[in-house]
């Protein structure tokens, strides 16, 4: 037993240092620590740079552009990058329809699909949740009705992520009403410029615009586009929520964000000392960091399984509902962090190219929003109430 | 990284979770429990006699040079039995301790015989007013020539009641709560000047208060300096009982799940209900948690003392702490009244896993030291 990377993990990690060191562009890195507003063209560059580097899409096989890194390196990647700045992944292309792609595509969409992927030619968004279909997705009601060698779809998909961004989406849509919940649903790929697509933004409570509905009105869609076999498309789903859910403990993400805290922490004062030598204040800070290392000590054990060909299954459940709760408790001290200035709504702030003076300090703007956004954590890629079902049904075979 | 166990780890875990499973039923424990010695000597014995006595100890004296792993996996097995020997007492702080600090002629005096089972020694480090804070030390050591005598008193020293020796860490010179002039001794509890009073403990032990007017002591290692030894391993009896908990923990959640599998209400196993499935699903949150502690301490305790060792043991502590309360208040709660019972097994793992927090600091104390040894910058 040893919990030591080894020798050539240690070599790995500082060669994607190195990389992010010479890299990352400075502009962006400063906008993802001081939670700055995040353009598409940002996002874009930062890929270009991955892709130059065959990093883009670390999970996919080597064939397609992928890496032959195993799930150690991969953890090491992820980590260091939340460490740098480097901007999260905009996973719905490469890590969420490029796997089902890869799993149950045929020969045509691969060679099609995933080179736009990894070029950034496509930006791809999921239509999965609607109005009435959450949690539980099984009952969506978009349907998709087959006239000739096209499926006319009709209905709404909502909480689609940076959709204002995106070409294509990928739906889960009905193709059999008649057939029980789960069997009749198809896995489409659809293109967002086909006529009868309309997106409409959602404003969160924080004020962003990071969400959006999008409604379909008769809107063609190619036979061709169907991914695995009419009226399967669960099989997709079910796969591709696996792989969602091993990424969601979020540990580098929650390092980035502890040690932002630590620096917030130290430049806010209280008492006519720095907040985080405040009693009650850094004992919060060290009970979030206690219970985050034995968070990724979870992971990591997970992940060594893994190596050894184990799959990641209900564990990552756990690994969910525990790995938001520690980020939710961050954002919750980092609003605290700053006092009464957790109050004043500035919008304009968050802008990166502000030139006015910041009311408080550069980070400050940011910090109650991101903690009203970071709810947001126990909610999407199932529910925490959803992974505990999971676990009790899958785990605990209650 | 690699979190898998050599054969000989596998062979040892076997081995601890067989002798276990095979002497400590329930109603053996109570017997043990209710006895004179408050656990069993036959059990001690098969312990020696299988060599997990002397498992930690370097092989130059006898030992297998056993590390933090391989201490880990008796003491889960031991925690799965809610065992009742002082084997984290005697064996890992009180050996450890001459181990670190012993003269030749102590390790070849005392050594051989702890590693054997043939000496069960005892450490008292509490007081009174300590309140887990080993740095503060009242009683107090005088040196007349080579002999020193000691004076004071010593707070809940489990194992002390049958204890052949006792480990007392005393003053020998500066303030109350200096980390310099702590020494420790020898003392034999039979000696002039020793009172025990003994006592039933909560979780089913036993053990004293050591009152001592000056009691003869003989000096284990330097006058003054044994404060570094007692903090190292200290150290290793936390990974220890961490890793007694965690046993303890899947007993708990096993037989906690089993119920809600069996237990009948409205027509329908409990565990049907998804307040109780959440509940269930928390605790074994709590229990992989834990668990992931635990390994991270075990394998620091054996490395060479530095800050980041103390700081991942004391996390270590503090969170299994309160993973091992919350365990084991859900627990008691998803039963219901069965476990507010004597004759309930679980109500005694409940015990145990709370009082594991009582011994070498609590929630409250870890997360106190944690806090002022965190990085900040």
């Known amino acids: 037993m040893d919990i030591h990377y080894t020798p050539e993990e240690l070599a790995f990690r500082d060669e994607v240092r190195e990389f992010l060191k010479n890299e990352l562009p400075e502009d962006i890195a400063a906008k993802v620590k001081t939670g700055k507003n995040m353009s598409k063209a940002d996002h874009e560059r930062w890929q270009k740079i ?26 090491i990647f992820d980590e260091e990058s939340a460490a740098y700045g480097a901007p999260r992944t905009v996973p719905f292309g490469v890590n969420m329809v490029a796997p089902v792609i890869i799993k149950f595509g045929t020969e045509e969409q691969k ?7 990894l070029s950034g030619e496509d930006w791809w968004c999921q239509g999965y949740s609607e109005p009435g279909a959450g949690s539980d997705l099984a009952s969506l009601k978009t349907r998709a009705v087959r006239e000739g060698d096209h499926y006319i779809v009709n209905g709404q998909k909502t909480w689609t992520t940076l959709g204002q961004h995106a070409n294509w989406i990928f739906c889960l849509v009905r193709t059999d009403p008649e057939a029980q919940q789960q069997r009749g649903i198809s896995f489409l790929l659809i293109d967002m410029a086909t006529p009868g697509i309309t997106v409409r933004p959602i404003i969160t409570l924080d004020g962003d615009h990071e969400v959006n509905e999008v409604f379909f009105d008769d809107v063609k869609v190619p036979v061709e586009n169907l991914v695995g076999e009419e009226n399967k498309g669960w099989t997709c789903a079910k796969y591709l929520l696996t792989h969602e859910r091993t990424g969601l403990a979020g540990i580098g993400a929650s390092k980035a964000a502890l040690t932002h805290l630590k620096k917030v922490a130290t430049q806010q004062h209280k008492n006519g000392k720095p907040l985080i030598d405040d009693a009650v204040f850094r004992a919060q800070v060290a009970q979030v960091e206690i219970e985050l290392m034995a968070a990724e000590m979870s992971t990591l054990r997970i992940i060594a399984a893994a190596k050894e060909g184990g799959v990641p299954g209900a564990e990552s459940s756990i690994l969910k509902v525990k790995g938001t709760e520690i980020r939710q408790a961050i954002t919750n001290l980092l609003r605290k962090a700053i006092g009464p200035y957790a109050l004043p709504f500035l919008p304009e702030e968050l802008e990166y190219d502000f030139d006015g003076d910041m009311l408080n300090s550069e980070s400050s703007p940011a910090l109650a929003g991101d903690y009203f956004n970071m709810r947001k954590l126990s909610i999407f890629g199932g529910s925490n109430e959803i992974q505990k079902n999971i676990v009790s049904k899958m785990i605990l075979e209650l | 990284m690699d979190f898998k166990l050599t054969e000989e780890q596998q062979m040892l875990q076997e081995t601890a979770a067989r002798l276990v499973r095979d002497a400590y039923t329930f109603d053996k424990r109570e017997k043990f429990s209710a006895s004179e010695t408050g656990f069993s000597p036959e059990f001690w014995q098969q312990m020696g006699e299988l060599g997990l006595t002397a498992i930690p100890f370097p092989e130059e004296l006898g030992g297998f040079g056993g590390t933090g792993v391989e201490n880990m996996l008796i003491m889960q097995e031991l925690g799965r039995g809610i065992t009742l020997e002082p084997y984290m007492e005697s064996v890992i702080l009180a050996g450890g301790l001459i181990t670190q600090l012993g003269s030749d002629s102590q390790k070849d005096e ?3 015989a702890i590693a054997s089972g043939e000496l069960q020694a005892a450490v008292a480090l509490d007081e009174p007013s300590s309140h887990y804070l080993l740095n503060d030390v009242q009683t107090t050591a005088k040196q007349d020539g080579s002999d020193w005598t000691l004076s004071g008193r010593k707070a809940v020293v489990i194992g002390g009641h049958t204890a052949g020796k006792i480990l007392v860490s005393a003053r020998t010179a500066g303030d109350v709560r200096d980390e310099k002039g702590i020494s ?35 000096l284990l290692g330097q006058a003054g300096e044994a404060f570094p030894a007692i903090t190292y391993q200290a150290g290793r009896a936390i990974a220890a009982l961490c890793a007694e908990a965690i046993g303890a923990m899947e007993v708990a959640c096993d037989v906690t799940l089993d119920y809600l599998k069996q237990r009948k209400q409205f027509g329908v196993p409990i565990g049907k209900f998804q307040a109780l499935q959440h509940r269930m699903v928390d605790m074994r949150t709590e229990l992989e948690q834990a668990t992931s502690m635990t390994i991270l301490a075990a394998c620091v305790a054996s490395e060479e003392d530095s800050v980041e060792r103390t700081r991942t043991l004391t996390a270590a502590k503090f969170l299994v702490n309160r993973s091992a309360r919350k365990v084991a208040e859900e627990a008691i709660q998803l039963h219901g009244g069965i476990a507010m019972t004597w004759e309930y097994s679980l109500a005694h793992y409940a015990k145990r896993l709370v009082m594991i927090s009582h011994q070498l600091g609590d929630d409250d104390h870890h997360l106190e030291a944690y806090a002022k040894l965190m990085s900040v910058a």
């Open chain 1, 50 to 75: 991955l892709s130059k580097r065959g990093w883009y899409a670390p999970g996919w096989p080597v064939e397609f552009g992928g890496t032959t890194w195993g799930p150690v390196e991969k953890h």
């Open chain 1, 111 to 117: 060679q099609h699909y995933l080179p736009r992927i």
């Open chain 2, 110 to 112: 005392l050594l051989g």
């Open chain 2, 184 to 218: 420790l001794f020898i003392v034999d509890p039979k000696g002039a000047g020793v009172t025990r009073r003994e006592y039933a403990t909560v979780d089913g032990r036993k053990g004293c208060e050591l009152f001592l007017d000056n009691a003869p002591g003989e």
